[in-house]
């Protein structure tokens, strides 16, 4: 089993929309996790970090965690298509563990 | 823009080459990591280094190597190049204290890598 199981996509949705992103993972002893934003050709950029279960928003973005079924997921409201990238988990304890990205592709 | 800079922005070379990236933290940042990203592996940890030390290994290869010197910019050095090893690289940073902990990290722009 791998460490960090992500949902490869390609997800397609219309502007507005709500989008979910989900990753799994196997490891009970990673307590951080992050979502980056990669677009094409570029660097991952950080978008949401947390260190515990919960809830934490940012903007159209939401983010959560649930250590006990070691889910977590990614929200983003009123989708646009500047959001159209590839979104990646990212967990860990001593040393991050990316999920492979989900490509998301929002259509005005 | 992250505040992370990295040379060259592309390479090409040969089989068989050895080449060398570069690359800069952001400011007052002390750790520097290492990344492979190919399609078909995603984002793979290669190597860790914390002001000037060596402080997490991933899966690096031996024929790779890298440092991290005094005014803190990183140089990754791949050698005995294979067509496999074509991939985008990025170097991110972090302001993670006393250099252990997966903390939040900044990326750069990456340096793609072409082996004909």
């Known amino acids: 089993q791998k460490e960090v199981e992500q949902d490869p996509g390609p997800l397609s949705v219309p502007e507005g929309a709500i989008v979910s992103l989900n990753c799994t993972y196997s490891?009970?002893?990673?307590?951080?996790f992050m979502w980056y934003r990669q677009y094409s050709r570029k660097g991952p950029e950080l978008l949401m970090y947390?260190?515990?279960?919960g809830n934490k928003e940012d903007g159209r973005f939401t983010a959560q965690v649930d250590k006990s079924s070691k889910y977590i997921s990614l929200f983003i409201r009123d989708s646009q298509p500047s959001d159209s990238a590839t979104y990646l988990c990212?967990?860990?304890?001593?040393?991050?563990?990316f999920g492979k990205g989900t490509k998301l592709t929002v259509n005005p | 823009d992250s505040g992370v800079t990295q040379t060259p922005k592309h390479l090409i070379t040969a089989t068989g080459q050895r080449v060398t990236l570069r690359c800069s933290p952001r400011?007052?940042?002390?750790?520097v990591y290492w990344y492979q990203q190919s399609l078909d592996q995603g984002l793979q940890f290669l190597i860790q280094?914390?002001?000037?030390?060596?402080?997490a290994k991933g899966n690096i290869l031996e024929r790779f190597s890298a440092q991290q010197f005094p005014d803190l910019h990183s140089e990754l050095n791949l050698s005995s190049l294979e067509l496999g090893d074509s991939a985008l690289y990025f170097c991110?940073?972090?302001?993670?204290?006393?250099?252990?902990?997966?903390?939040?990290?900044?990326f750069g722009p990456g340096t793609r890598l072409t082996v004909l």
């Open positions: 490891n009970s002893a990673f307590q951080y």
């Open positions: 947390t260190y515990s279960s």
């Open positions: 400011s007052g940042d002390l750790s």
């Open positions: 991110a940073s972090s302001a993670t204290p006393g250099g252990g902990g997966a903390r939040e990290q900044f």
């Open positions: 280094y914390y002001n000037g030390e060596e402080r």
């Open positions: 990212a967990m860990g304890s001593e040393k991050l563990v």
